[in-house]
């Protein structure tokens, strides 16, 4: 895909920004944005457009004066070839060829007609889906396959629809929203941001935040290889998440591969739904159809406060990344699993030491060892 990004009026009329798949445009009145407006309705960072191959992706990058798309105001919305985006009083308009990388082959590939259809022959159109006011636009495969694509019917902010299967239980539901409440206040970089929460018979839905990207489990298991400093880097993003959902209502987290997300063209690291599994469980609900493969990552800390357990999944965490396997997965435990890591993988002497201290049964060993108390200690080693 190749297009380009022009300002259509004002004083910065005629400038001009092109973009390919894989690019994330920023605008704003920042001299860091790809296309800089120094205009005084338009935020220091305003807003990006994410580029795939098959699609554009405009997010507000929260604004002051919001983003409009053919004058529909919107926090995200999928963009098409002559749409225009309105910054303030600033006209852009969006200007692409989705098929300009293709090969020939895949160019022409089911253009030439081999049948004329009759009026009588032609196929009913499907009726559009609707999920209460979101319309299904496509599946997603980033969560499974409960996953879609949806659109707004109000606002045509696009979202990540996302459902588990639940037993009808009106108690346990009005028990989760009042858990659920949390998640809406959470505005955070190293947070998706869930949207709203609401119930159809057998589903619980989630509205999340659009994201172009993978699970850490899914991203990590298709790089089969993980660089030391690209698995650090994953932990302290993702302690930084953990950190500020603890000082925000959320004292157990739970973080895992299977609930933090790495977006496709950035690579930016986000946790969501935090502590899902431990809210139902506590709202009565019962979840067979939801469970994953995932480790549980069973924690040394379970009579510890709850952030004792975080630390150790965080180790957990790092332990998957760099090995491809999670703690209790291996046929050694304890101290022999770190020294099983040490020498297949020989990571440096911090990653070790880092490992022991979330890791090993405390206070089983020495006390000689010191151990973090809470994952701001993490961060403030990492530095």
């Known amino acids: 895909m190749e297009g380009k990004l022009t300002v259509v009026n004002g004083k910065y009329q005629g400038a001009v920004t092109n973009f390919s798949q894989g690019r994330v445009i920023t605008i704003g009145r920042s001299k860091r944005c790809s296309l800089s407006i120094k205009d005084s309705k338009i935020s220091s960072m305003h807003c990006q ?3 795939s191959d098959k699609e554009c992706l405009l997010k507000d990058l929260g604004s002051t004066n919001g983003c409009c798309v053919n004058g529909k105001k919107v926090k995200s919305a999928l963009l098409h070839s002559s749409d225009i985006i309105s910054l303030g009083d600033i006209k852009i308009l969006v200007e692409y060829d989705a098929n300009k990388n293709l090969s020939p082959e895949a160019k022409g590939k089911n253009a030439e007609i081999t049948e004329v259809w009759g009026e009588e022959d032609m196929p009913i159109p499907c009726e559009e889906e609707y999920v209460q006011d979101y319309k299904i636009l496509k599946k997603s495969t980033l969560l499974g396959e409960n996953t879609f694509q949806a659109e707004h019917r109000n606002t045509q902010d696009v979202v990540m629809l996302w459902r588990i299967e639940v037993e009808d239980n009106p108690e346990a539901f009005a028990k989760f929203i009042e858990k659920a409440k949390v998640y809406y206040g959470i505005e955070n970089p190293r947070v998706l941001r869930t949207i709203e929460v609401f119930q159809e018979p057998g589903f619980l839905y989630f509205a999340l935040e659009y994201i172009q990207g993978n699970t850490l489990y899914r991203w990590a298991q298709e790089r089969k290889k993980i660089s030391f400093s690209r698995a650090l880097k994953t932990i302290a993003y993702t302690t930084s998440g953990v950190n500020h959902l603890h000082k925000n209502g959320i004292p157990q987290v739970t973080p895992s591969p299977h609930f933090i997300v790495v977006e496709e063209v950035t690579k930016k690291i986000k946790l969501f739904l935090p502590a899902l599994p431990l809210f139902l469980e506590e709202s009565g609900y019962s979840f067979p159809s939801f469970e994953t493969d995932e480790s549980k990552y069973p924690s040394p800390y379970q009579k510890q406060p709850e952030e004792k357990s975080d630390l150790h999944s965080l180790g957990a965490i790092l332990f998957f990344l760099i090995s491809g396997f999670s703690p209790d997965r291996i046929p050694v435990e304890g ?9 297949n993988y020989n990571p440096s002497q911090d990653i070790q030491a880092l490992l022991s201290k ?10 000689t060892k010191q151990f973090y108390d809470e994952v701001t200690e993490i961060l403030n080693e990492m530095k």
Do not use: M
């Not at 979330?358 to 006390?367: A, R």
């Open 335 to 343: 101290e022999q699993a770190l020294s099983w890591l040490k020498e």
């Open 49 to 51: 457009v994410d580029v």
């Open 358 to 367: 979330v890791l090993l049964p405390h206070p089983q060993i020495k006390k």
